[in-house]
């Protein structure tokens, strides 16, 4: 099963840009400290990052290779986008091609998907991306957009996202921001459901830990780190 995701926008002006990198980057190094605690640390793991963008000029972009690998962790990045010069920026990373194969990566401890799953389409899609990033692992480290936050900030608008669908896409073609439709937001409910319709069909059961990290008086975004369990075998 392989899930494509939409084309990301990987945005390089405007400016709100720098500040919001900034932002974004501590947001994220915040998450990944509190994942590595509940993980016990990486040296000697195997993780797969399964989204990894090519954008080298973000400070946020694809921040976790670089903490995984500077605390000992062999790292496997793999995306729809050509990423085939990150080694260059990342010394050790390994590239997995796409879509990528359980069976050639050999056992992995924890795959992340950071600000992905919001790309991949709508609720069925999310589901079979959710459903796919758990063959990989037993543990997945998930992130994205708290959609209950009132700035998106792909967009940078406040509380259109709130509205019904049709109405917020009509805004977004209104504003010129008609790219931005394919995006489908999510809560914490909504995501804890999908998680767990997606390890249902996969035959396990999860477990979840989320933190909340918060940026302008909400939480920001959805992190998540789920451990899958399956029942003993007959």
């Known amino acids: 099963m392989s899930i494509e995701w939409r084309g ?19 947001v994220r190094r915040r998450a990944y400290e509190w994942l590595r605690e509940r993980f016990g640390g990486f040296a000697g793991r195997v993780v797969l990052d399964h989204g990894a963008t090519p954008d080298t000029i973000s400070a946020d972009s694809n921040c976790h290779l670089r ?48 600000s992905v799953v919001a790309h991949v389409g709508g609720r069925l899609e999310q589901v079979r991306f959710v459903q796919q990033l758990l063959t990989f692992a037993p543990r997945l480290f998930l992130t994205t957009p708290n959609r209950r936050h009132w700035l998106e900030f792909h967009t940078k608008l406040p509380l259109l996202h709130w509205l019904p669908r049709d109405r917020y896409h009509a805004a977004l073609d209104a504003t010129g921001l008609g790219f931005w439709k394919h995006l489908n937001l999510l809560s914490r409910e909504e995501l804890q459901s999908m998680l767990d319709e997606a390890a249902a069909n996969g035959g396990a059961s999860l477990a979840t830990q989320w933190y909340e990290p918060r940026l302008l008086g909400c939480v920001s975004n959805l992190v998540v780190l789920a451990t899958q369990t399956r029942p003993p075998a007959a």
């Open 8 to 26: 990301i926008d990987h945005m390089r002006s405007g400016p709100l840009f720098r500040v919001a990198g900034n932002a974004s980057l501590r």
């Open 67 to 114: 903490w995984l690998l500077e605390d000992g962790a062999t790292v496997w990045a793999t995306s729809a986008e050509a990423i085939g010069h990150l080694p260059a920026v990342f010394p050790g990373l390994r590239i997995a091609a796409w879509p990528p194969n359980p069976e050639t990566l050999g056992p992995i401890d924890l795959v992340i998907s950071s």
